[in-house]
């Protein structure tokens, strides 16, 4: 039996064609699955016997070969347990085992921190730091790849806030207080781990580095703006425990204040001639610069919605970057051709350049992380409207996504939308739908039914026992690529999390 009581591996056949059933079956299913690529003695100590694999590992995928995904990614792993810690905090942190498992997390990195590879060394300006995979029995993985990574570093920063700051919020205590142990505080967290992944971002956020698909060494969205949210955590961090380093906290406020001036005005991730962001600045060139990767970078950097880092999900280039996504690959993959009439979600892949099927380089595919993104982005907005308590401001800024997607040109006619004086009748007006107005509530359930159709797509594609690949097939829908990929798991989970929360307050306006 897991924690969650769930006897493991034992699932039926889901129930497909109840909606409301299955998002639910699936919602647990995928943390079961989650909870089998952790080693951990308390989770699945098969891991740890069978497959040697380290305590505190997050396996990205049970595929072995064609792809061979069975190693730990800096990356996946930092997301995975994120939600490990977002399970933590809706049980008020009660569950002390899966606690463990994070802490286990902890200690893991903490060696990997320490650990030189192709990277480079510890000792030399902790280059190693900049490394994107290990294999599973915590041993560097020593061949050729793109490298270096440097969104991990941040991920870690931003997962292991998650979990201090929570932990702290329900007054709990680490759980992990063995004399091997290296983390007996939180002091020593911030001193051990994310201080140096601090330092490794202010030595080398203003150098190129791989995307998060391991594909183009340059400047990413994705990479400066997970960054930049580290470099705020450990602002708060350096003040909480007062540090006596100045030259550490100076730098942590100069770079901060460079990197927001670096992404807005310096990058060309903000391009006025395109309606979305780009990911990829230098090879706009060759691709259209739209990416999956800048909807999760949204979603990721984006856990408080009075944060101060831009880009939070109801910024109007997110919102449409979204729909100009939405837009291209409903067109460019053959299963969505049935929904081109129809205002519904459909299957997105990473970027509609993409020609990775999973083995080879041939043909892209939808992902099952990329769509749930999607849904996740819509449910979170839902959250963040209802948290602002202001109205919905419809512009020129995001009219693009809400026109497209969310409402029809003859909603223009309610009599609770505020028309600007002197508009021109030809253009569409900048509406102004006041916060709980019918008009305003209205376009929140529109958003939310959107959101469950990007789901529904999902149920579509997944196995008859809810397993999740990495991708599933542009032509047929079968999935292919690696097998119980976590990442598309934990993104199902997040999903559904945000799910129930925007419905409770819908249904409590």
Excluded at 192 to 215: A, C, G, P
Excluded at 299 to 306: E, N, V
Excluded at 356 to 384: H, R
Excluded at 394 to 399: A, G, L, V, W
Aim: hydrophobic share 35%; with cysteine.
């Amino acid at each position: 039996m897991s924690p969650l009581g769930f006897a493991q591996e034992t699932y039926q056949k889901i129930t497909r064609n109840k909606f409301n059933d299955w998002v639910k079956e699936q919602f647990h299913i995928s943390f079961e699955k989650i909870l089998l690529n952790i080693a951990d003695p308390e989770l699945n100590k098969e891991l740890m016997t069978k497959d040697n694999v380290t305590i505190g590992v997050n396996v990205a995928s049970t595929s072995k070969s064609k792809p061979d995904y069975f190693y730990q990614w800096i990356r996946d792993g930092a997301i995975t347990m994120n939600s490990i810690i977002n399970y933590l905090v809706d049980d008020n942190f009660q569950n002390k085992t899966l606690q463990k498992t994070v802490e286990n997390y902890l200690s893991n990195n903490y060696n990997l921190q320490r650990l030189d590879n192709w990277s480079g060394k510890f000792k030399d300006n902790l280059k190693n730091l900049g490394e994107p995979k290990f294999h599973v029995d915590s041993s560097p993985f020593n061949k050729v790849w793109g490298r270096p990574q440097n969104d991990g570093p941040a991920l870690r920063v931003i997962t292991i806030d998650n979990f201090v700051k929570n932990l702290e919020n329900f007054n709990s205590e680490l759980v992990s207080k063995d004399s091997n142990n290296e983390l007996e505080t939180v002091k020593d967290i911030y001193e051990k781990v994310l201080k140096l992944d601090l330092h490794y971002i202010l030595s080398n956020w203003n150098l190129k580095t791989f995307d998060i698909w391991e594909e183009i060494n340059s400047f990413h969205f994705f990479t400066s703006l997970t960054q930049l949210k580290a470099l705020k955590i450990g602002l708060k961090y350096f003040n909480k425990f007062n540090d006596d380093d100045t030259t550490f906290g100076d730098s942590l406020t100069k770079v901060y204040m460079d990197l927001y001036h670096f992404i807005n005005e310096e990058s060309g991730f903000v391009n006025y001639n395109l309606n979305h962001i780009v990911e990829t600045p230098s090879i706009l060139n060759q691709r259209s610069g739209l990416d999956a990767a800048i909807l999760i970078a949204s979603l990721l950097t984006h856990d408080d919605f009075d944060d101060a880092i831009p880009f939070d999900v109801n910024d109007g280039l997110i919102l449409n970057t979204l729909s100009e996504l939405i837009k291209t690959m409903k067109y460019l993959y053959p299963i969505n051709h049935s929904k081109i009439n129809l205002n519904l979600g459909v299957a997105l892949g990473r970027y509609p350049e993409d020609l990775y099927d999973g083995v080879k380089i041939d043909e892209g595919n939808p992902w099952f992380l990329t769509t749930l993104s999607a849904s996740e982005l819509l449910f979170k907005l839902i959250a963040n409207l209802y948290y602002l308590k202001e109205p919905l401001l419809i512009d020129e800024s995001n009219q693009h996504f809400y026109f497209h997607n969310i409402l029809e040109l003859n909603f223009l006619k309610t009599p609770s939308s505020n028309y600007p004086s002197g508009s021109n009748s030809n253009s569409i007006p900048t509406l102004e739908l006041p916060y709980n107005s019918i008009a305003f509530n209205q376009t929140v359930a529109n958003l939310f039914a959107y959101g469950d159709s990007f789901l529904d797509v999902i149920r579509e594609h997944v196995s008859n026992e809810g397993s999740m690949s990495e991708q599933f097939n542009k032509y047929n829908g079968y999935m292919q690529g690696a097998e119980n990929l976590t990442w598309s798991y934990g993104s199902f989970w997040n999903c559904y999390r945000w799910r129930e929360r925007a419905l409770t307050l819908i249904e409590n306006q």
